[in-house]
Nanobody, 116 residues
């Protein structure tokens, strides 16, 4: 059984930083993509950052230059370093894992609140 558990959310002032972590447990031989999504109140869930097995990454335009996604293979973890946070970054952040089988897994979400 694959499980994703996020941590690292919280309350921070504008301009501050947070680091989100997602630990993946279960038997995973390979994956298609891993990523972080976010959903603000009244808005649709959107992709923030993604990473593929080769290490290539992609980012939403709104976070380019401020956020960095990374993987720690030894710890089965995907991280999201968020710098220069803005009030509009406030949302629930979700970790996602997509497998080549077509299965998709989500974490429970972690709240990020940025005060102005």
């Amino acid at each position: 059984q694959v499980q994703l558990v996020e941590s690292g959310g919280g309350l921070v002032q504008a301009g501050g930083s947070l680091r989100l972590s997602c630990v993946v447990s279960g038997s995973i031989f390979s994956f298609k993509t891993m990523g972080w999504y976010r959903q603000a109140p009244g808005k649709q869930r959107e992709l923030v950052a993604g990473i593929i097995p080769g290490g290539s990454t992609n980012y939403a335009d709104s976070v380019k230059g401020r956020f960095t996604i990374s993987r720690d293979n030894a710890k089965n973890t995907v991280n999201l370093q968020m710098n220069s946070l803005k009030p509009e970054d406030t949302a629930v952040y979700y970790c996602n894992l997509d497998l080549w089988t077509g299965r998709s897994y989500w974490g429970q979400g972690t709240q990020v609140t940025v005060s102005s």
